[in-house]
Structures are given as C-alpha cells and as structure tokens.
C-alpha cells in the first residue's frame, strides 16, 4: 500500500500542518486589520461558494448526474440555521456548531428524500426534476410565512459566520469530500459516471452509492446555507431560486467537473471577480455566459480538468523521494 | 357562464404553451438536445416585434420577421453551439444550453434594458357570441392557429420524405447517415421549424401578453418544457395535450383561490408524472440499451 | 484504508477542536479594517478648527445591472443629478463612488464594504428592499449616515423583532404600510367605496407589505374586503383571479404591484369584466410607459410620491435639467433619489459648517443629526422625519385620464 515515498503518518502530520498553518495564517490576516473590509467580506463569501462548489462536484462531477437544484439544499440550510439560531436554543460555540450540524442533517434529509426518486431517473430529466424540487422548496418557504417569514424575509440572524467558523465547514467539506472519493466508495461512484450498467452488474449498488453521493452533497449545501445565513443576517426567498443554482454550476464547471481544486479556484475566481472587475460589470454575466459555451465546446473537462492538487506529489517533485512510486502512478491522487 | 369563460381562457393558454412545447419535443426528439434557451427565442421574438412595428412595417410583415427572426437565431445558435458538441456528453450540452439562455437574457439586458416594454401588435379586436359567452377573435386565432400547427406539423413528420428523414435521424443517427440522409442538414431543419414554431408562439403569447422583459422567456420556456415532459417528449400530439394540461391546471389552480400554489401545482405534476411515467402521457417508454 | 480514514479525520477534528479552543482564549482583535482617523476623504486638507473642506466623498450603492436595473439607473440617474448640480455651484464639492450591488443582498453587503475602504463619510443607497436591508445592521454598527430614495420595506429603518430603530438610516419615499392606509382611507373617504378585493403578488415583500396595511385600515374603518386574489411575479395570466373579481363585483380592486404587472393586469381585467375603479400605489409609477392599450387601466386611481404637474419653480427646473442630462423624463424613483442626495448633502453642508472633518465619527453624527431635523422642500413635496426616521410628506394622488397619469390632488 505504500506506494508513495512519504510514509503515510508523515504525509498526515504535513498535511495536517499545513492547514493548521493556512487557518492560523487566514485568522492573523482577517483579524490582524491586513485587509480591507471588502476583501474580509469577500474571504468569507468565497468560503462558502467553496463548500458550495465542492458538496456539487460530488454528484455532478464524480457522479457525472446533474442536479440543478443545490440552491433548494442551501435554502433548507439556510432557514434550518437561522431559525435554530434565532430560537437561542444554545449558547456560544455549541449553538454555532449545533445550527450547523442541524442545517447539513436536515438538507441531508432532504437530499435523501429527493434523492431516492429522481435518482432513478439519470441525464437530462434528472437535472429537470431537481430543478422542480429545488422550486417547489422555495414555493414551501415562500408559502409558510409563519415560520420563514415568507418573502417579507427572515430578519436578526445571529451573525455567526467568521472566518474560523466558515473555513473550518471548508476544511471539514473538502477533507470529508476527498476521503469518499480516495475510499472504495469513490471508486464506486467514479465507476457509476462511467458506466453505470456495468458498475451494476459487478454488483455494486448503484442506488445505494448514488443516493449516499447526493446526501453528503446536499448535506454540505446545507451547512454552507447556514453559513450564509450566518454571515447576511437576513434571508428571503428569492436568494434561492433558480440563478443561485446556475451560479454555483457555473463555478463547479469552470473549475473543471471533478475536480476539487478547480472548485476551488473557480469559487475563489468567479466570487471575488465582481469586486475588481466594476467597471465592466455589465458584461460580467454575458462573458461568464459566454466562458461557459465556449468552455463546452473547446475543453468540456473544464479549465482545471480532472486535475487534483495533492502536497504528496508536490513533495515528492520538490524532495525527489519518487523512488518506487512510478509503476503505480495512475492510480494515486492525481487521477488524470 | 363563469365557468365557459374560465375554459376559454385554459384553451387559449393550453394553445401557447402548446406551440412552444412543441418546438421543444422536435428537438429533443430528433437529437436528445434539451434545448433550455428555447423560451428566450420567443422574448427575442418580442423585441424583434417592437422594432419591426417601430421601424412602421405593415403587421403581416411583421409576424414574418418575428418569425424570420427565430428561425435565424436557432440556426445560429445551433451551428455555433451545438453542431460542435454533436458528440460530447449529455451534460455539456445541457450546461451548453443554459449558457446560452444566460447569454441570451443577458444581451437583451444591456441592448434593451430592463424596463418592461409595450408590444402593440394590431390584431383583430371584437368577439363573437354564442348564447351568454362572447368569445374575443384572438382566442379564436391562437385556439386556430394552435391546432393548425400541430396538424401540419404532425403531416411533415410523418407525411413527407423529410419527415421520414427526421423519423430515421430519431432512430439511429448513424444509420441514418449511411442510409444517404444528410443529418447535419436534417437537424438543422428540426431546429428551423422548432424556433418558427416558437416565432408563432411569441406572437401569440405577446397578443395575449403585451409586455417584454429580457426574462419573460425563463419561466414560458420551463413551463412549456415541462407540458412537453408532461405529453411525453418527442411526441408532437404528447406536446399538444400537454400543453392544454398545463394550461388548465394553471387556471383551475388560480380559479379555486390556490394561486400561491400555482407554481408549486405545476412543478408537483413535473415531479409525479417523471416518477411514474418518465416517458409522458402518449410517449413510448424508453429502453436503455446497453 | 479505512483505519487510516478514521485516523485522519479523528486528527482533522483535533486540531478543529484546538483551534475553537485556542480562539476562545483570544478575544477578537479589535475592529477590522483599516482604522486611519482620517480615511473620510478631505482631499485639500482641513482639520477642526474651521478651516475650509473643498470635498466629501460620498458613496452610491445600487442594482446597475440585474432584475432590479430599471429601479437602479434611474436611482443613479436622479442621485448623480443632483450632486453634479450641486458641484457645478463651486465651493464644496462632493466626490462619488458608486458600486453596483446586482439586486443581491450578499453583494449588496460586500460593496458596502468596499465603499467604506474606499473612505466614504455617507452613502446613498440602496435601492429595492432586501439588499438595503442586509446592508443597514453593518451601517448602524459603523455609525454610517444612509438614506434610500426607494427602500419602502418598514424593516429598513427598524429592526422589526426588538423594536429599535437604525438611527443612521433614512429614506426618502413612503414606507409600505403608509401607502397601504393611505390607499383605503381614500377609496372610502373620496370614493365613498363600501366594497374592495385585492390583487397582490405573493412572493414579492413590496405587495404583501401594501395588502395587509390595506386589509388592516379597511377593516378599522369599515370599507369591506370581499375578495382577495394572489399571483406569482414570473406569472403571466391573471385572468382566472380577475374573472373572480369581476364576479365578485367590488366597489374598488386594490392592486399593489410593479408597472410590468400592471401593464399585464390592465388589459387582462378589462377582458374578464372588472369594472371596479382600479387603485394602485407608487408601484404603478411608469405603468404608462409598460402599457400597450392605456385605455384598459382609464380611471385608475394611484398614490405617487411625485408628480410632473406642478407649478413650482424648483420643480420645473429639476424636470427640465433631468431632460437636458438624460433624455428621458424623471420618474418617481430618480425624483425620490433626488431629494435623498439633497438631504444628504445638506446634513453634510451642516457638519461642514460645525467645523467637523469628514470621515471622523463626530462628521457622521453630526450628519445623522443634521437629516433627523431636515425641513426641506424637495421635488417630492416638503419633507421632515418622524421618530423612525421615515418621511412625512404628502401623497400625490394621480389618476389615469385619456391615457395620461392626471394630478388629481394631495390626500
């Protein structure tokens, strides 16, 4: 199983440093006054477009399904945070962590029960029928004033998405994402987008794969609805509707459909854009539309492709430890 | 009495949508494209129309241009965008054709503006009665001029040497092409007549609703999408009664007092008809072929 | 594989933990952002002691682009006017930045953001409801000087929970509940109506706000609501809802919605039968310039904050200059963000005149005080702020005669 030159405990406390590095070093820059207001703003925004992005690659990307529904998850997110939030059921840290464990099982719950059905269906008419899900939950909210505040909105959110908050969700969505997809339960999903009628008859089930894939997706979509509650303090329906989904799947396809990096990049690239690009900013919608086209037509695997960032391979550049693992290259992290 | 004039207005609805899901089903049908910038040909439509009328063309003229003007617009959109990605996977088609829905509301945004803005398309005014009902000439035009479409329609496709061509396209592209058909060109065609179709509708949708807005296609296309869905897609009649369906359960949503369930009605029978009979009321079900 | 898993996620959640635990031991590190005391904008040089401000930094925050653009440019359009007006006299000049927000509350909340690093003392915006409301709660904090010409939502200047109110932000143009009170004491005062329905849009906050402020009066002074029908904004067809009105057969349908749907409504309830006199409010502003028959909505009846028919100079001028800059006559949102710059600017003329230097927090109190006591006589009509730092002003009432909006008078 060592197929890389780095001991695997190694490569965990690496790993493991350096995002303790990035998160102090993200906390010191955001508190520290290094930055301007904006550019704080957008830090947090880009977090959770980033879990947004990510929890959509899942099924879209490594599933190769196509949900346009996510911002129906985000929505349930949203409102299952606010409102725990509102209700001051807990206090400090626990009430943050609960209002978020409680907005990812609920859109989880969500995603299941969504998930069980139109899964059946697969390719277009799947991505027609989570649209029609993703609206009827935006109707529901819309329809239920009492509770959501209907589309007079929902006002007092407790503002609780700071930098640590919102990119620890990061880290536990990315790190959660990639070990499903480095597991058996990975290769099962990647065999299901590549053809799922064989995946079926080596006696994998497919359902199974396919409806956990959605439920993690809609669980991050969940938390990451949260966060945004979190960080606005006030939600209205129309937030949610269509274009939001369109927005993220614009991002997961730029970035490269299965590729978490490329989500990565492109949620930082496409949310941070509208602050420096003010001047043109008439045409922003029409070149990303355009970007989108011309991206489908000329290079369909997306700017980044399949390609995954991984610090083992770039030590193993850097430090020159590739001594045994050549043979088995293709099927470590770097899958293209 | 109440209720014949609620008919009426299902009818006439059920009509617009009808043509529209029409265009969506002949494209769908022949190449499995999902072709999401549908609707906004027809809000194309309606500002080719103001400019024709502005620029003082005679009204027949006019709903040729319209016309005219969609059919161009699909044939461009369909050699630019789609004829590249013939071979590429479903998805990026799909993502293809909402970008050019993006693109295409986005570019009315900054040539237009977002103001809402009048279409006066002179049309005959007046009604004929029968009994206590009067019914007004332009739901008699578009009920009319619906059916007729679908007549014809239905006589290219299944009457005519071209029709037989599309049929074969449908069937097996590849086939097909060995068999001497020319599918670049037949797929064309298929898109030509989708788009002249939804030419016609934007007429008639813009008679019965004279206001443009860059996204006054969004919504009327996913609703029409959805009555082709609902009818079975790839079937000319499946459109044609699933547009009336629509239309009428819109209506009777909104007669009964539930109109803030009237989105919610329609995505709900999308949802339930996809669940228990993916291929549509008159659609044959689908085998995968492995 | 899968004990390695658990390995690294049990190390992931560790060192979560520790981090939560190391920042509970840390209180945050003061306010963010850059906090240089004189970051507000005085380009010449100025300091307390009452030395001449040749320019205040001011920004603008609003949709330029998106659904909500046609609110927007007009905003910006009536905004810039004045300011360019005013500079145009000499002495102080004002210094803009505008930032389009897209009609998105998470933007709108960005650009504020950025407007403040870009050293703005007050800001003008923004323009619809839900973004300007996402904006204020971070205004407030900052002690930021706001008003809207258009913001109508009763939430904008009060925090609708507790009760407390945005002192910092003001606006310009009625409040929802007002022009929905103001709408059924007319239609039973003037009109002598006895029955009303309602048509509104269920999903848009501006029409829900109007209807139940409509439905509430009525019911307080007896004016009887026997119908009240809903539709959806994307939706189209209201001829089912208004084919039971007409069957209804009230005195006046009050139908507070947007011009795109008025200019759909209008035709479609002269075909169903509706021979109820229309009422609308200052949604309806523009209806004309939407309609393609205006004979379908003759007689109707709608509160507007301004009107072309006057006799004042002032605001004669201002429809005149409007026309000369833009091409196109001023409509009630670039009148209202008209008179919200030259409340603006003379709160700012005044905290100039205390000897205060901009961007300084003394600059932006004195400022809010300074709107708090406006007494001015805008294009919208004269205007000072009650409590909760909305307008008093009067209500023009226009109606739809021969295809042109009429001044029917003040209610």
Redesign the interface.
């Known amino acids: 199983m060592n197929r890389l030159g780095i001991k695997?405990p190694a490569r965990?406390a690496i790993n493991?440093t350096l995002?303790?590095a990035f998160?102090?070093w993200g906390?010191v820059i955001?508190?520290?006054?290094m930055?301007?207001?904006?550019?704080?703003?957008?830090i947090i925004?880009v977090g959770f477009f980033i879990i947004l992005a990510v929890s959509l690659n899942l099924p879209?990307g490594y599933l190769?399904q196509?949900p346009l529904g996510h911002a129906g998850f985000m929505a349930v997110g949203a409102y299952i945070g606010a409102l725990f939030w509102r209700s001051g059921i807990l206090s400090g840290?626990g009430s943050v962590v609960g209002g978020l464990i409680a907005a990812g099982i609920v859109s989880a719950i969500f995603g299941i029960i969504i998930g069980v059905?139109?899964l059946?269906?697969r390719?277009?008419?799947l991505?027609?029928?989570t649209?029609?899900?993703g609206?009827?939950i935006r109707?529901?909210i819309?329809?239920l004033p009492s509770i959501t505040g209907?589309?007079?909105?929902l006002?007092?959110i407790p503002r609780h998405s700071n930098f640590?908050v919102v990119y620890?969700c990061v880290?536990?969505c990315c790190?959660?994402i990639h070990?499903i997809m480095?597991?058996?339960h990975g290769r099962a999903i990647l065999a299901i987008r590549d053809n799922e009628?064989a995946t079926e008859s080596m006696g994998i089930n497919t359902t199974y794969y396919k409806v956990m894939a959605f439920a993690v997706s809609a669980f991050f979509a969940g938390v990451a609805g949260a966060l945004?509650a979190g960080?606005?303090?006030?939600l209205?329906?129309?937030?949610f509707n269509?274009m939001m989904s369109?927005n993220i799947?614009m991002i997961v396809?730029l970035g490269g459909?299965g590729s978490m990096m490329g989500s990565i990049i492109g949620a930082i690239v496409l949310t941070s854009l509208?602050?420096f690009m003010?001047g043109l900013?008439?045409?922003?919608?029409?070149i990303?539309?355009?970007l989108?086209?011309l991206v489908?037509?000329f290079k369909?695997s997306g700017l980044m492709g399949t390609y995954d960032f991984s610090m083992g391979h770039v030590l193993e550049k850097v430090g020159g430890w590739t001594m045994r693992s050549k043979k088995e290259g293709g099927a470590s992290d770097d899958s293209e | 009495m109440l209720y014949v004039a609620q008919f009426i207005n299902a009818l006439q609805l059920g009509s617009i949508y009808a043509l529209i899901a029409l265009g969506y089903s002949m494209v769908y049908g022949i190449i499995k494209l999902l072709n999401f910038a549908h609707g906004d040909v027809i809000m194309v439509g309606g500002y080719v129309a103001i400019f024709a009328l502005a620029a003082g063309f005679h009204p027949v003229v006019a709903v040729i241009l319209v016309i005219l003007g969609c059919t161009a617009l699909a044939i461009i959109m369909e050699k630019l965008a789609y004829t590249p990605l013939r071979t590429a996977p479903r998805i990026s088609v799909l993502i293809t054709a909402i970008g050019i829905s993006l693109l295409l509301q986005n570019l009315a945004q900054l040539f237009f503006g977002a103001r809402p803005q009048p279409i006066h398309i002179p049309f005959p005014t007046g009604s004929i009665s029968i009994g206590a009902v009067s019914i007004a000439y332009p739901m008699i035009i578009t009920i009319g001029v619906a059916v007729l479409s679908m007549v014809a329609l239905n006589y290219i496709v299944q009457g005519t040497k071209l029709g037989k061509a599309m049929r074969a396209v449908s069937e097996d592209t590849q086939a097909a092409q060995l068999m001497g058909i020319n599918v670049n060109s037949i797929i064309t065609f298929t898109f030509a007549v989708g788009a002249a179709l939804a030419g016609i509708g934007a007429i008639l949708f813009f008679v019965r609703f004279p206001v443009v807005t860059p996204t006054v296609g969004a919504m009327l296309g996913l609703k029409a999408f959805i009555a082709a869905v609902l009818g079975g897609i790839g079937s000319i009649p499946g459109a044609m009664l699933g547009g009336f369906a629509i239309g009428f359960l819109e209506v009777i949503v909104n007669a009964v007092g539930l109109s803030r369930w009237t989105d919610g009605a329609v995505f709900l029978v999308l949802i339930i008809i996809l669940l228990v009979r993916p291929a549509g009321l008159v659609g044959k079900p689908m085998i995968e072929k492995v | 594989m899968k004990k390695r898993s658990i390995i690294a996620l049990v190390l992931a959640l560790m060192m979560c933990v520790a981090l939560v635990a190391a920042c509970g031991e840390t209180p945050p590190a003061g306010p963010t952002g850059p906090t240089d005391p004189t970051a507000g904008g005085t380009t010449n040089g100025t300091d307390a002691s009452g030395e001449e401000v040749t320019e205040v930094h001011i920004g603008l925050l609003g949709p330029w682009t998106g659904g909500a653009a046609y609110f927007g440019v007009s905003v910006r359009n009536g905004a810039l006017l004045y300011i360019e007006n005013f500079n145009a006299q000499g002495g102080l000049q004002i210094r803009v930045t505008d930032r389009d927000e897209e009609g998105d509350s998470a933007r709108a909340v960005t650009m504020y953001h950025d407007l403040v690093d870009a050293g703005v003392t007050a800001i003008i915006g923004s323009v619809t409801s839900g973004p300007t409301m996402a904006v204020v709660p971070e205004a407030f904090a900052d002690g930021m000087p706001m008003i809207s010409g258009t913001a109508t939502h009763a939430g904008v200047t009060v925090n609708q929970d507790t009760g407390e109110v945005f002192t910092n932000m003001f606006r310009s143009c009625f409040i929802d509940p007002f022009q929905g009170v103001k709408m059924a004491e007319f239609a039973h005062e003037i009109l002598s109506a006895r029955t009303a329905a309602v048509l509104y849009a269920h999903d848009i906050d501006y029409s829900i706000g109007l209807m139940q402020a409509f439905v509430d009066r009525a019911a307080e002074i007896g004016l009887e609501v026997i119908h009240i029908e809903t539709f959806a904004d994307e939706a189209p067809d209201f001829t089912a809802q208004l084919t039971n009105i007409a069957a209804a057969n009230p005195d006046v349908v009050f139908i507070p919605v947007y011009n795109r749907h008025t200019a759909l409504i209008g035709p479609q309830s002269a075909a169903a039968g509706v021979t109820a006199t229309m009422l609308g409010a200052d949604g309806w502003a523009g209806t004309l310039d939407a309609i393609a028959d205006p004979s379908t909505v003759e007689g109707a009846f709608y509160l507007t904050g301004f009107t072309y028919e006057s006799e004042e100079q002032h605001i004669i001028d201002f429809i005149e200059r409007f026309e000369a800059q833009y091409g196109i006559m001023p409509n009630m949102f670039a009148a209202q963000a008209y008179d919200a710059a030259a409340i603006l600017i003379r709160a700012i003329e005044g905290a100039i005149a205390a000897g205060l230097t901009p961007g300084t927090d003394e600059f932006k109190q004195a400022t809010i005080a300074n709107m708090a006591a406006t007494d001015i006589e805008g294009v919208t009509g004269r205007i000072t702020f009650d409590r909760y730092n909305n307008p008093q002003k009067t209500a023009f009432i226009l109606q739809i005669i021969d295809g042109e909006a009429r001044f029917w008078g003040t209610f």
């Open positions: 695997t965990y493991a995002i303790i998160i102090y906390y955001t508190q520290g006054g930055l301007t207001r904006a550019q704080n703003n957008i925004q879209a190769g196509l840290y059905p139109a059946r269906l390719g277009d008419y991505a027609i029928i649209l029609g899900f609206e009827m109707v529901l819309m329809n209907g589309a007079q909105g006002q007092q640590l620890i880290i536990v790190l959660v070990m480095k597991s058996r009628i945004y960080t606005l303090g006030i209205v329906p129309s937030d269509f369109i799947l396809v459909l509208p602050l003010q900013n008439q045409y922003r919608l029409i990303y539309a355009l989108l086209i489908m037509i369909p």
